[in-house]
């Protein structure tokens, strides 16, 4: 009897946005402690460490939070019949998917089929540039909301929210100043995602206003 040793790992590039697909083997951690997965564009990777306990270590740069993640696992988890799901310990959006390669395309489909499902509820699936950045750009400034580190300069933490095709605009409702936030890229994601605090402020020096940065 043939037993498949192999396993599927997918996870979403904190820089390009592109999800990416690689099989490993136990073949590929012979005689190794540390195995390192990157993504075609060489900026994002999943680490793997191998421990005597039968134990591994997973560090993943995070596109939600912006952070290095390091998850501690039972080595059965990578070569296990099952899913296994790694998600932003901060924001709870998943970030990296293991198992065997048919479980993990189809709980890949089926995250970027939530997401889409998620612009129709909202009526805006065929108007924004790319409605995966849009939505992931609208959770980043909720949770910075949720978080009391959304405010305007005059101090008041009233702020409206609209959006289009190509972009966020956050207006304070109590003297009107206005801010807009590109949701257009994943790079413009990126940038938005870095961000712990959004501050609506006047920048004389240009005639419209931007993120204080």
């Given at each position: 009897?043939?037993?498949?040793?192999?396993?599927?790992?997918?996870?979403k590039c904190p820089v390009c946005?592109?999800?990416?697909?690689?099989?490993?083997?136990?073949?590929?951690?012979?005689?190794?402690?540390?195995?390192?997965?990157?993504c075609n564009c060489r900026s994002?990777?999943?680490?793997?460490?191998?421990?005597?306990?039968?134990?591994?270590?997973?560090?993943?740069?995070?596109?939600?939070?912006?952070?290095?993640?390091?998850?501690?696992?039972?080595?059965?988890?990578?070569?296990?019949?099952?899913?296994?799901?790694?998600?932003?310990?901060?924001?709870?959006?998943?970030?990296?998917?293991?198992?065997?390669?048919?479980?993990?395309?189809?709980?890949?489909?089926?995250?970027?089929?939530?997401?889409?499902?998620?612009?129709?509820?909202?009526?805006?699936d065929d108007y924004f540039i790319?409605?995966?950045?849009?939505?992931?750009?609208?959770?980043?400034?909720?949770?910075?909301?949720?978080?009391?580190?959304?405010?305007?300069?005059?101090?008041?933490?009233?702020?409206?929210?609209?959006?289009?095709?190509?972009?966020?605009?956050?207006?304070?409702?109590?003297?009107?100043?206005?801010?807009?936030?590109?949701?257009?890229?994943?790079?413009?994601?990126?940038?938005?995602?870095?961000?712990?605090?959004?501050?609506?402020?006047?920048?004389?020096?240009?005639?419209?206003?931007?993120?204080?940065?």
């Amino acid at each position: 009897m043939v037993i498949d040793r192999s396993s599927t790992i997918a996870f979403k590039c904190p820089v390009c946005g592109s999800i990416e697909f690689h099989t490993v083997s136990v073949f590929d951690f012979s005689g190794k402690k540390e195995y390192t997965i990157y993504c075609n564009c060489r900026s994002g990777f999943v680490k793997i460490i191998t421990k005597r306990n039968k134990s591994l270590l997973l560090t993943i740069p995070c596109f939600a939070c912006n952070e290095v993640h390091t998850y501690a696992l039972r080595d059965k988890a990578l070569w296990s019949e099952h899913v296994s799901v790694l998600k932003c310990p901060n924001t709870k959006m998943e970030l990296c998917f293991m198992g065997k390669d048919d479980g993990v395309r189809k709980s890949v489909d089926n995250y970027e089929m939530q997401m889409d499902i998620l612009m129709n509820e909202i009526g805006y699936d065929d108007y924004f540039i790319n409605n995966t950045v849009m939505l992931n750009t609208v959770d980043k400034i909720h949770d910075i909301a949720e978080r009391g580190n959304l405010l305007c300069q005059c101090g008041s933490r009233e702020i409206s929210m609209e959006m289009f095709y190509d972009r966020v605009e956050l207006i304070c409702n109590k003297c009107f100043l206005k801010t807009t936030i590109k949701a257009c890229t994943n790079h413009d994601l990126k940038d938005t995602l870095k961000k712990d605090s959004i501050i609506l402020c006047d920048d004389r020096r240009h005639t419209k206003q931007t993120i204080d940065y």
